[in-house]
């Protein structure tokens, strides 16, 4: 049987977290639930509330504990979703960001480079904008971007350039019609690297990850208790950028805020001050785990 997902950073994400037998946890990206089960098992009388918008995840849901709430949302949702369930304050938070294994293993749902599928890409399937719609309908600038901020090719003009002329005389329908509308422009030797970063991009887009990330952390500082604390891993730089400059200064723009009278105010203390990465051992057991980074950060 294929494991949905193996948990990255499993001890020592939720040993972050500090547990207490009593508090209230969320974890924002559920998965095949790694992360909550091993907070229930740190928990009396407390609480985990899960959240992922990939309808699939409910299939791992957690029976017969009455102290765990899973949400089918994205976590976005965030504080509306804990206020219809009366919680408004939390003692700690995780998030696991991306996909799962499962997403990379599944043949139909478009995230995988290996297998021919239409190019879905959407975790969320009642979402509007999926991964054909991104690849046939954005314009050059919109590819541009994307190509650069979640790929990070510098000049990603001969990838849109592919992208566009395909698309004028047939749509590109398919992971396998992008990968050949693309593969004369990278060597045999590295095409699996370099598809690898098209797909992520197009993914990160679909998702709208980084905005949903953005909107998570500024929540997450609203409901968490003093001392309560925010795990976050990563796989992205652009990812990583984000969370590091909120840990350190409660905003996206790595510089500090000042209050009237020009004192600098922070809401966290950075419980790490460079990023967890896993060991080899964990790398060399799970590939997905070779480009996390974990953060944590205390509330004040
Ligand atoms: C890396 S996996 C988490 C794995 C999990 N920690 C475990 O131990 O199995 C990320 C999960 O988060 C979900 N996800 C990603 N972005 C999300 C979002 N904005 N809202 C809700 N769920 C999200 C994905 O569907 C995926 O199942």
Redesign the pocket.
């Given at each position: 049987m294929t494991v949905?997902?193996?948990?990255?950073l499993?001890k020592e994400s939720v040993n972050a977290l500090h547990v207490s037998p009593d508090g209230i946890y969320v974890?924002?990206?559920?998965?095949?639930?790694?992360?909550?089960?091993l907070i229930l098992d740190k928990i009396q009388n407390g609480k985990v509330v899960a959240?992922?918008?990939?309808k699939?995840?409910l299939k791992?849901t957690i029976n017969n504990d009455k102290r765990f709430i899973m949400i089918n949302?994205?976590?976005?949702f965030l504080k509306e979703e804990l206020a219809l369930l009366g919680v408004f304050e939390i003692d700690g938070l995780?998030?696991?960001?991306?996909?799962?294994?499962?997403?990379f293993t599944n043949n139909n749902r478009g995230f995988s480079l290996k297998y021919d599928s239409v190019l879905d890409m959407r975790?969320?399937t009642s979402s509007k904008k999926d991964g054909l719609f991104v690849v046939n309908k954005y314009d050059q600038k919109n590819l541009a971007r994307i190509f650069k901020q979640y790929a990070d090719f510098n000049n990603p003009n001969f990838i849109v350039d592919a992208i566009v002329s395909a698309r004028s005389r047939k749509i590109i329908k398919t992971t396998f019609d992008l990968k050949s509308t693309l593969k004369h422009y990278v060597s045999y030797k590295n095409q699996n690297q370099f598809f690898a970063r098209i797909f992520q991009a197009i993914r990160i887009e679909v998702?709208?990850?980084i905005c949903?990330?953005k909107e998570?952390l500024k929540q997450a500082l609203d409901i968490l208790n003093p001392k309560g604390r925010l795990v976050v891993?990563s796989?992205h730089s652009t990812e990583d950028k984000l969370v590091k400059s909120f840990m350190k200064f409660g905003n996206f723009l790595n510089t500090p805020n000042q209050d009237f009278f020009g004192n600098i105010t922070k809401p966290f203390k950075q419980i790490t001050k460079k990023p967890i990465v896993p060991s080899l051992d964990e790398v060399n057991s799970n590939n997905?785990a070779r480009s996390a980074k974990m953060r944590v950060c205390e509330k004040i």
């Open positions: 949905f997902h193996n948990s990255v499993l974890d924002v990206t559920f998965g095949g639930g790694g992360h909550s089960k959240f992922d918008q990939d699939e995840t791992n949302k994205n976590f976005r995780i998030a696991d960001l991306g996909v799962s294994a499962y997403h975790m969320d998702n709208d990850e949903a990330l998570l891993i796989y997905k």
